[in-house]
């Protein structure tokens, strides 16, 4: 039986896994299934750059008001998370490692836009790029603005 893709896609799924486990080739959608693999990938770079942007803005929020660290945990409940659930996604993707700088670069901007946003700082309190490195960003141990920092 034959399922089909537009009507049933939980039933396409299942049929086309048992197929390939099989080694069916003729009962492949091959088209769909294509797309369906590109688009796990799709998933995986913008969970990595959602994840990114919540670290980033709470690293800039940690450093840039430090009266409010000691007010709540949540900055560094956040802060913490996203680190590890990155570390997990990195982990079963090392691919995507050498895209964090990139997608840093390239959304920073709108990091910086969210900070100032959210903090009610002028956007001139922020640097213009970011003033960490991928290394920086992804370790637990880094805390800017602590005693740790060296910029």
């Given at each position: 039986?034959?399922s ?13 896994a048992?197929?390939?486990a ?28 959602s ?10 929020k ?37 895209r ?8 920073y ?5 969210d900070?100032?946003?959210?903090t ?32």
């Amino acid at each position: 039986m034959k399922s089909n893709y537009d009507t049933d896609f939980y039933e396409w799924t299942q049929h086309q896994a048992a197929a390939l486990a099989a080694g069916h080739v003729s009962e492949l959608d091959l088209a769909n299934l294509a797309e369906e693999i590109e688009s796990l990938g799709r998933n995986n770079h913008r969970e990595l750059s959602s994840r990114l942007g919540v670290l980033v803005l709470h690293l800039l929020k940690w450093r840039y008001q430090p009266e409010r660290r000691r007010t709540g945990r949540s900055w560094w409940r956040s802060i913490r998370t996203q680190r590890r659930e990155i570390r997990k996604l990195l982990n079963q993707s090392p691919s995507l490692r050498q895209r964090v700088a990139e997608i840093v670069a390239e959304d920073y901007r709108d990091f910086r836009e969210d900070a100032a946003a959210e903090t009610r700082l002028s956007q001139t309190t922020f640097p213009e790029t970011c003033p960490w490195t991928t290394e920086q960003i992804l370790d637990d141990d880094f805390w800017p603005g602590e005693a740790n920092e060296t910029d």
